[in-house]
């Protein structure tokens, strides 16, 4: 290919991606943010949602289809077809909420009530719409969505598939307690899982998840169940019998935890990620009487991962640890068990689909990209580069508290979106869908 026809060809991919950028507009975001925020869809209960996002893409000549994981948690996507000679792009969003928007799940966990940001009932308010999930994850669904819609209108030929999908069990947790889930494992990235095994396998894939930056890697997870071992006994018998307060002997270990983790996170800060580590729940006792020491307390622990840094790895550095603290403390009787591992994955940054949502994100942004680094989330991202697919991730900013006007804590960060940002991720979707689906195989470095 000549240099004047590299230029035609990279004028005329511009043009078109002009065109179907053209038909985005903050009303329509609006109008789809607020509607999936509309149908609750905490973990393990997302098949309704997954049915209106199926309905949405077929209203838009996108054939779509659920997928089914079980009788209440299901995906939903859909293929754009192309002609068969390019490659297959995916654009991914989850669509679960970690919370459920119920007082008797959510209060006091959450919060000692639920805000109205924390329902699943859209609030407009200009270009912010609040409402149970309407940033992470349901408004990074909305601009999937409406992507999807605007290269469908665009009447766009497509070399490869445009491939959408929409996962249930995206978030960090086992199945909810007390409401009849079928399975445990309803979370982390099991309908990500579910649909590539089911045959929804693209060449490269775009997950839309918070940060207005394009990310090539991020960390895994593992998780640790600690149990402490003390003695039951009575607080009467507190002076006459031997006693070891398992209770007090948790809560030191979880201290001398909390001293070791950002000393952790400092050795294997590299890259885009600084993987952190937390004691999120402790359990001991019996809240129906304050006068008898349980026989064990019990922690749970989350400790990310570098993609440079295995399972295996980390929990020898966890135990090892954990040993040192205990030692410290002139010993306590413990055992400590990994019950969950999801390595941290990357893509190659030079690799086709980065280079092209860098190009997509400085052709919005109007300025060089910057990469962010110090990053310590996870998402299905994972589960995409773990199946050899080149994954990058992109989306929104968190709304600033200036722009809220009022103080963005961790819950309304997830529950408030700036549509204006919305519609930059959606253009930069729409760039990079264009971009890739109008190439041949060869062009983007494929066989």
């Not at 209060?107 to 940033?135: F, K, Y």
């Not at 103080?407 to 729409?430: I, P, Q, S």
Request: one cysteine or more; charged letters at 20%.
């Amino acid at each position: 290919m000549t240099a004047g026809s590299t230029l035609d060809a990279a004028a005329r991919r511009a043009a078109l991606a002009d065109a179907a950028c053209a038909r985005l507009s903050t009303g329509r975001l609006t109008e789809l943010i607020a509607a999936v925020v509309d149908v609750p869809s905490p973990t393990g209960d997302e098949a309704a949602l997954a049915e209106h996002v199926a309905e949405v893409l077929r209203l838009a000549g996108v054939p779509a289809r659920t997928q089914p994981l079980d009788d209440r948690q299901a995906n939903a996507w859909g293929r754009l077809r192309g002609t068969g000679t390019g490659p297959d792009l995916l654009l991914y969003a989850p669509l679960d909420t970690v919370t459920s928007g119920r007082a008797e799940e959510d209060v006091p966990w959450s919060g000692p009530r639920l805000r109205p940001d924390m329902l699943p009932a859209a609030r407009v308010e200009d270009d912010l719409v609040a409402g149970l999930g309407a940033s992470n994850p349901k408004g990074h669904a909305a601009c999937v969505l409406a992507a999807a819609e605007a290269l469908a209108g665009s009447g766009i030929e497509l070399t490869g598939d445009l491939l959408v999908g929409f996962g249930a069990g995206g978030m960090p947790t086992n199945a909810r307690p007390g409401v009849g889930n079928p399975r445990r494992n309803t979370g982390q990235g099991v309908g990500c899982s579910f649909l590539l095994e089911q045959g929804v396998w693209p060449d490269f894939a775009v997950i839309a998840k918070p940060g207005w930056s394009v990310s090539w890697e991020e960390v895994g997870l593992t998780w640790f169940d600690v149990v402490v071992r003390g003695t039951h006994t009575y607080v009467g018998s507190r002076h006459r019998l031997p006693y070891a307060n398992a209770v007090d002997l948790a809560g030191q270990l979880v201290h001398g935890l909390e001293q070791w983790f950002p000393r952790y996170a400092e050795a294997h800060t590299d890259g885009l990620v600084a993987p952190q580590g937390v004691v999120a729940s402790i359990a001991g006792g019996i809240a129906r009487t304050a006068s008898f020491t349980p026989a064990e307390c019990r922690f749970a622990v989350d400790l990310r991962l570098s993609p440079r840094t295995t399972p295996a790895r980390a929990r020898r550095e966890f135990t090892a640890a954990l040993a040192d603290i205990a030692d410290r403390l002139g010993g306590v009787d413990y055992e400590v068990e990994q019950v969950l591992a999801i390595p941290g994955e990357r893509t190659d940054p030079d690799s086709w689909i980065c280079r092209s949502a860098v190009a997509a994100w400085e052709a919005v942004a109007g300025e060089p990209h910057r990469a962010v680094t110090g990053m310590s989330g996870a998402t299905d991202a994972n589960i995409l580069r773990n199946r050899g697919i080149p994954t990058v991730r992109l989306g929104m900013p968190k709304v600033t508290e200036a722009r809220a006007g009022t103080e963005v804590d961790f819950a309304l960060g997830m529950n408030l979106v700036d549509v204006r940002e919305a519609l930059r991720l959606t253009e930069a979707l729409v760039r990079i869908a264009v971009d890739t689906l109008t190439r041949t195989r060869a062009e983007v470095g494929l066989a």
